[in-house]
Nanobody
Framework: QVQLVESGGGLVQPGGSLRLSCAASGFTFSSYAMAWYRQAPGKECELVAHITNLGGTTNYADSVKGRFTISRHNVKNTVYLQMNSLKPEDTAVYYC???????????????WGQGTQVTVSS
């Protein structure tokens, strides 16, 4: 059974930093790409960052390029999202997702893990 457990969120001031973690289990972690999504109240589920199975290629939403970095540690079955220069518009619940679940019709926001709340406010 696939399990994705997000952690690391919290309340930070604009310009601050957070590092999110996602602990994965139930599949061969190193065989699948991973991604971070986020969803703010009243907004759609948004792809934030993506990383290939061995970490060789990363992609980011335009809104976070240059500020966020996705990485993974395959031995620990964990994917990270380092978030710097945070803005109020980054406020959302952040969810981890795996390519292993790509055939599912469920939304990547909230279907597999509880997510972690990131609030950027003064």
């Amino acid at each position: 059974q696939v399990q994705l457990v997000e952690s690391g969120g919290g309340l930070v001031q604009p310009g601050g930093s957070l590092r999110l973690s996602c602990a994965a289990s139930g599949f061969t972690f190193s065989s699948y790409a991973m991604a971070w999504y986020r969803q703010a109240p009243g907004k759609e589920c948004e792809l934030v960052a993506h990383i290939t199975n061995l970490g060789g290629t990363t992609n980011y939403a335009d809104s976070v390029k240059g500020r966020f970095t996705i990485s993974r540690h395959n031995v620990k079955n964990t994917v990270y999202l380092q978030m710097n220069s945070l803005k109020p518009e980054d406020t959302a619940v952040y969810y981890c997702n795996t390519q292993y679940l790509s055939d599912s019709y469920r939304t990547p926001c909230g279907s597999w893990g509880q997510g972690t709340q990131v609030t950027v406010s003064s």
